[in-house]
């Protein structure tokens, strides 16, 4: 299945694409983004957008790029900077029935916004008895690099995750992408929607129109016997890159691609342990009481006996974000970084 | 010291209908024996969820709400009973949800700062202090996009008016015209905070002029005034001319949380709390429509006989009402529609 | 040693007192915060306390009563409701050389002041290569029960001990609350201390003068053979008691209270379960990348080969908090949860 | 459309120090020749991290700190070049910490967004939108408390007068009368978004002026203008009189961030910077300072020469001073001091 796909580079897909006996249509993650929404746009009228900068030059690196234009400054349009008071109208014009998508250029921001996130959207179906539900999409950013340095380079998913009422995507595929987009405009429920800068360009094949990819359901990106890596975002691109490599020294990984952080798909990750009996895991956040955590922790409590080995876990440490890039350099995780937490659950049991 | 109703005598009584007089002096009595009613019924413990009594500040709500249609939808706050009361909001199902029932208008799940009761406008009230103010500005948006002719109205206290969000809020909705009135009813304290703690000045509307909307303060325990500068608000709303802003100053007899006085516990001075009483907004209210005659004093006693019957009719519904059930506890976490 | 003791009842404490050679000094939760604050302010002229209400005739549960008639309103005051702009205020003072308590009634209003908690307080020593550091300490209350509901009854220490360049302490005794609060006063780091509002009457030896509790140790509260049980605040009490009724059927609970979750003393809980081999956490917050997922990932990674049965988590379940006193009590965890997971990790390797 | 002085030429020149005159000018003249400086080595690629170029808001920097003391605080944004050379920090250390040095302000860990300069009275700078100025209000806290009369000044743009944080600010700092100046730098832009889509008034001091505190709106472009204002600001701060708010209309050349230019991106219409270009706050005050005898074109030439080879030595100090090591990355999480 060519959407399960991850496609390392651009001639990998280019290659698929030649193989593929129907043609594929590659897009890259960017645009898949903002087809997504132009579907939605098109297809319900109480979709609208509100960013801050969306309907500008840049549109937001081109995910809301001239749909402003398509559609109209009353559904695709700029905000002021004021992110807590912009959720709660983001919030009204949901629970009266609107559809809104209220994109972010960073993660960064939500902090602004947490009261009206945490104490608001994720509470008010639940606080209410059921009677009023949230329908509203907060797409965000994460990046890496050039030295954005500690207040423009966070990813903050976990504090997400710990909120009851919310849902968390974090789509890696261009097809995930855009069907995990479509889905969360779809849903009832507040989710947020957390895209990563550095998968911007990836390509993939990426059908036309409307589709879902559902929330809640992990997929497996690679089959493997020896090792299961549970990955998130941006890293099972690294993920997908140590396995390449080491498919060369006969050690075989599974890597694991969670899609939706919350509702966490326990099912997945206790499929592939039963198999490989050993665990990576590889976050683009935090460590402490981060996603990576809790994976540990349902695997404690659920699926403990089939755990050959220690857990691995690959995140950014807890340390604030340095801007020198040498910092950088060993401040952030990648595929070497996953082969050598994938040596040590390895070598573990080996001299056992 | 009492509010002043007769200045008005002359020119302005008799422009008002008697229903309209009847009508305001009902929800503003239904508002206040309904606070009665849980002073009463408090101690016994079996209502147990906090409660923010609204005695004193019954004309705001009062004059305000009657200005709005069933559709219109209004954001209120942890002190929320009057203006639920005023909206329509039925008595037998707010006591349920304050004794923790099935029945209740959130299952049982919102207790007393959080009622919801969409049929009448009100999706949700929200304890956060300021947390209110821009979901208002937000459905008042839903209805400009929809075209539905909506009016919003955001009831908040002093202490929210503090909140970074109603200043953003305040300049969202000027931006975008937006059909939302903004009400601030300014009791001087925050919970037992006085404001000159917290604001250079008691003037909120001060700060609110220069965005460029129309501002007032009024005597928010003189309900015609009330009605008077909502009627304009929520009129210039639904014709699209975007929003107001109004501050009505009045006072809350209990204390902060819960059924009793507080100037015993020193919060604020009883001579205070005194000049406020004698401003009464339902005595005095009282007091100018019987004197007009558009009620008699016998009626007055009808009105009030009848609505005891239905307090305690609620309040027995509210505790024979079903208890939910303990698995209930997770559901509605999330919408599966 | 009388501090190290978890005194489930007055009459505990009263008895200790009477067998104690020295006279103990027994002091409630709330006096202990309450004498902590005023050694402080006595001690240091850069110490100042803020929030909202606390000069009021409540003094925020008596923990601040009549402090500020004692040192002026200088240095104890009222400020206004804008918990992101005041915790600004707050860490301007701080850097500027004060030392700021910032007190907030409940955990539930610092969604407001994420912001300048998360990209300010706790990145500015490291962003600026350590150059200024911001001594804050934010201090604030959780609870339950009596209909509070959604937004006024989360425990939400896991948001913050995701976050790097924060300190976050949890105390459980007078003993500690004390010692902890005056050791976050004199670190020099933003320090997130939470309190629990159904401690504030427990009774405790409390020294007089001053004196510290180091932060990031924990303590171990009881001893026993057969299971650990790693708790925090509250739930330590609970974790008393059921290890209190289980002596009865022979079962040895060691409780090990965190009272710092942030550094986290990864020691404590290794050295406990190396000897019980079995484990239950217990906290007082959400389930889903909580301290509770925290603790399993430590030991998944650093102490696996000791654990002889899964771990089991006692938190509050991924729902918000709901009003009706039925519903709360189906949602609160008690000693009764904390005894029925105990059992099971217990009974788990009973049979293998 | 130039920046005018010349009405202020018989009464006004003269006044004025002629070191004061040249001070403002070098003042300006430092900063731009810094950013152009960066426009010049950015291509490279070895300038690691993002900037926000201050190129056309010179006057605002260089008007506000010539009245401040050494010791006095400063906070800014993310374009914060501008401010912290005004405040006098050093080229070679800035440029080191551009190039994410261990010899920079922030040992590397900042980049050009994060600048730190305690012995300058900057403690440091945040790339968060609104967030430095209640930090700023907490300094001015500070010196209330503990009597050591400095002032502090916070710098932000239009955009952050939309955060709910600046308004909070406001009303704490005039409830306490602290020693803060609040300057705006209304450049109509925040990224590009134009402000007449995100304020329904591009007069920002009107929505100030209701907190009782001097607001007053400047030319930002004529530094002499802004330094009157900014001199009363601090003079009454200074006095323990309290705040002061001074929005400052000026325009920023550049793309918001990185050294390009962003009209043909379509950012914003060529003319429009055209007619700032003009009003260039740097060349009409040389102009002045020259016409009204203070220096000579010569002299002007010499200060630019002087500056050409400082800012040459700063680069080759920056690009020549030693990387952190990686182990570093895990060092100043805490002050365990
Ligand atoms: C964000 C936030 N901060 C603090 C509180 C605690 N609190 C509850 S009610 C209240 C006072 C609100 O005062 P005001 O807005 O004037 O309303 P009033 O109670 O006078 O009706 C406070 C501070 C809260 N609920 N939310
Ligand atoms: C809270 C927050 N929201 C959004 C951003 C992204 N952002 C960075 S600079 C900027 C524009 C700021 O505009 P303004 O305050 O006018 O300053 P200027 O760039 O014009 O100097 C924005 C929106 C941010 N850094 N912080
Ligand atoms: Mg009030
Ligand atoms: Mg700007």
Redesign the interface.
Known sequence: MPWTKVYLDKEEFERAKEIASKGLRGLTYREAIREALAVMLERDERV?VMG??I????GTFGTTLDLHKRFGP??V??????????????????????KPVFVHMRV??L??S???????A????????????V?LVVRSIIGRG???????S?S?Q??F?????L?VVMPTTPYDAKGLLIASIED??PVIFIEHRWLFEQIGYVPEGFYTVPIGKGIVRKEGEDVTVVAVSFMVYEAMKAARRLEGEGIGVEVVDLRTL?P?DREIIFNSLKKTGRLVIADT??R???????V??E????A?PF?R?????VTL????T??????E???YPDSDSIIRAIKEVIEYDKYR | MSVRYDYREDDRVFPYPRELLLRLYHTMLKIRMFEEKIIEVYPVQDMRCPVHLYIGQEAVAAGVCVNLNKED?I?STHRNHGHCIAKGSDFRLMMAEFYGKKT???????GSM?M?D?ENGI??T?A?VG?G???????????T??RDGRV?VAFFGDGASEE??F???L??AV?KRLPVVFVCENNFYATNSPISQRQPDPDIVKRVEGYGMPCVQVDGNNVLSVYEEAKKAVERARAGRGPSFIECRTYRWRGHVGPEEDFEKGCRPKEELDEWMKRCPLKNFEDFIVNNRCITREGIEKMKEELAVELDDAIAYGRSAPEPREEEVF???????
């Open positions: 609208f801050e900068g309907d500008d030059p840049g009353h559904r349009f700029d905000i002021p900077i004021a992110e807590n008071g912009m959720t709660g109208v983001a919030i009204g014009a949901a629970i009266a029935g609107m960064d921001f902090p602004m947490m009261d009206q996130i945490i104490n608001h994720a509470k008010w179906y639940y606080m209410f008895g059921g009677r009023v539900s329908p050039w030295g954005s340095a500690a207040q423009h966070q903050l976990a504090l995750v710990h909120i009851p009422g849902k009832k429920n919350k966490l956040g935090h402490m009481c981060g996603i990576s955590s809790e540990c922790a695997v404690t409590e659920g403990l755990l080995a220690p857990i691995r876990r440490p807890d340390t604030p340095p801007a020198s890039h040498v910092l350099k060993a401040y | 939808y954001f209740g208008y959130c299952k049982g799940k919102g959080h919801v969409p999706l949700g929200s956060i947390g103010i821009p979901i208002a500005v937000g459905t008042a948006l839903a209805s996009l929809m919003s970074g969000t200043f953003e809020s300049n969202f931006l559901d509605d976490v999330y919408c599966e529609e």
